[in-house]
C-alpha cells in the first residue's frame, strides 16, 4: 500500500506541476499532506512536517541571505567595470562579443537567477549584436549554457534542491563538484570561440568605434529590446516591464551606485567565495555574515537597508517558501515509511547487475528527465527514490545528489523554465532555433560533468 501512495503521491505532484494547475508551494504541501492522512500519519503528520522544516532550515537560511548579497553586489556596481570593459574589449571583432557575452553570463549568474542574468546580458550586449550583424541566436546559446553551467552553484535551485530533497549541505553536494564545473566552464567557452569565429567568418570584420557601441549601449538600451527582431513587438506587457527594471538597475546614474567602495565589495565577495570552497563555515552562516557587512558598508542608514533588502523580496519569498514547503514532503515521505517501501519495490525490478551503477545511471538520466519534467519534480520526487534504492549498493546519497545536478545544462533549454523563454524572447529569436543550436552542446557539457566526476572519485561508477 504504501508502494501505490507514494507513487501516486509523486504521480499527482508532477502532475499538478507540469499542467501548472498549482503552484510548486501549494503542490509541495497539499499533496503530501493528503497522502500522508491517508498512510494513516493521523496527527503525526505534524510531527514529520516539523522534522522536515528543521532539516530544511540552514538550506532556507542561506537561499535568503545569498539573495540578498548578490543582488546588493549587483545593485551597487560590482559587475558594471565588467560590462564596460567587455564593451571595450569587444570593439568590432563578432568572436570577442560572443566570448565577452560567455564572460559576463558566468558572473552575473552568481546571483543564481537566470531571469536577472538574461535581462542584463541582453540588454547590455544585445544591441552590439544588432550592430555587427551576429546572430541574436548565438546570444541565446552562449548566455542560456553559461548560465545553466552555472545553476549548480550552492545557492542555485538544483543543488539546493538535491540536498534538501535527499537531507543533505548544499556544501557537501557542490564543493567536490568544482572540478566538474570549471570543465563545463571551459567548454562553455570553447563553444563562444566556435561560434564566434563562424559568425567573424559569416559576416567579415566591421568598423565600429568602442566610443560608438558605448554610445548605443547607454543610449538605446532601454529600446534594445524592442529593436530585437520580431521579438521586441511581441513582448508582453509583463517582461516589457521586467526589462525596464533591469536596464534601470544598469543606469551609470543609479541611486543605489557605489563607487567609492567598489574595492571594497570585491574583495569581500571574493574572500567570500574563497572561504565558501575551503568550506570553514556554514555556506548560511558565511551569506549572513557577508550580506550584514555589505548591507551595513553601503547602506549606513536604517531605511535605505530596508529598501535594499525589499527591492529582491520577491525572489527572496518565493524560493524561500519553495524550500519550507519542500520539507512538507520530505517529511512525510520519511515520516510514513513511503521512501524505504518504494526503494524495496525498486530493488525486486531492477536488475542487480545495474545496481552498483545507480549513480551514473541517475546522471544519465537526470538528461531527459529534468528537460521534460521541471528540477521540483525531479529532485522531490524521482531522485529520493532512487537514492533509497542506490543506498541498498552502498551508494551515499551525496553521491547520487552530485550525479543527479549534472543534467543542468539541459534542463535549463526546457520551455519549463521561465527564464529561457525571457532571453529568447528578449533576444527575438525562437525557441526552435534557441534548441537547434543548444540541445546537443548543453548535452554534451552535462556528459562531460558526469564523466569528470566519475573519474575523480566524486560520483561511484
Known sequence: ????????????????????????????????????????????????????????????????????????????????????????????????????????????????????????????????????????????????????????????????????????????????????????????????????????????????????????????GSSSTGSAGTGGSNDSEDDGGDTGRFIDGLDPKRDTLRPKLLWFNAALTTILLVVLVMDILPIPVLFMIASSIALAVNFPAVKDQGEAIARHSSSIVSVVAMVLAAAVLTGVFQGTGMVEAMAEWLLQVIPDAMGPHLAVITGVLSIPLTF?????????????????????????????ARASITGQAVHMQSPLVPAILLLVTLAGVSLADHHKKVLWRAGLISITMLVVGVGLGQIPF
Do not use: C
Open 1 to 220: 500500500m504504501l508502494v501505490t501512495l507514494g507513487f501516486l503521491m509523486v504521480a499527482v505532484f508532477m502532475f499538478l506541476i507540469l499542467t501548472k494547475r498549482a503552484t510548486p508551494v501549494v503542490g509541495l504541501t497539499l499533496v503530501p499532506v493528503a497522502f500522508g492522512l491517508l498512510a494513516g500519519a493521523g496527527l503525526g503528520i505534524g510531527d514529520m512536517i516539523t522534522d522536515g522544516i528543521k532539516s530544511l532550515a540552514p538550506t532556507a537560511a542561506l537561499l535568503f541571505f545569498a539573495i540578498i548579497f548578490f543582488g546588493i553586489m549587483i545593485d551597487v556596481g560590482l559587475f558594471d567595470p565588467l560590462v564596460k570593459l567587455i564593451l571595450r574589449m569587444v570593439r568590432d571583432d563578432p568572436m570577442r562579443l560572443v566570448v565577452g557575452t560567455a564572460v559576463l553570463a558566468m558572473v552575473v549568474s552568481l546571483d543564481g537567477d537566470g531571469s536577472t542574468t538574461f535581462i542584463i546580458v541582453t540588454s547590455a550586449l544585445l544591441p552590439l549584436y544588432l550592430k555587427l550583424g551576429v546572430s541574436p541566436v548565438v546570444l541565446t546559446v552562449i548566455a542560456g549554457l553559461s548560465n545553466a553551467t552555472m545553476n549548480i552553484i550552492p545557492w542555485g535551485g538544483p543543488t539546493v534542491r538535491a540536498a534538501s530533497a535527499l537531507g543533505l549541505s548544499p556544501s557537501d553536494v557542490f564543493v567536490p563538484m568544482v572540478p566538474s564545473l570549471i570543465v563545463g566552464l571551459i567548454m562553455v567557452l570553447g563553444f563562444a570561440i566556435h561560434l564566434g569565429i563562424m559568425e567573424r567568418r559569416r559576416i567579415g570584420t566591421l568598423v565600429l568605434t568602442s566610443e560608438r557601441i558605448l554610445e548605443k549601449v547607454g543610449n538605446g
Open 372 to 400: 521534460f519534467m521541471t528540477n521540483d519534480a525531479f529532485y522531490f520526487g524521482v531522485l529520493p527514490v532512487l537514492s533509497e534504492t542506490a543506498a541498498q549498493y552502498g551508494i551515499e546519497p551525496v553521491e547520487m
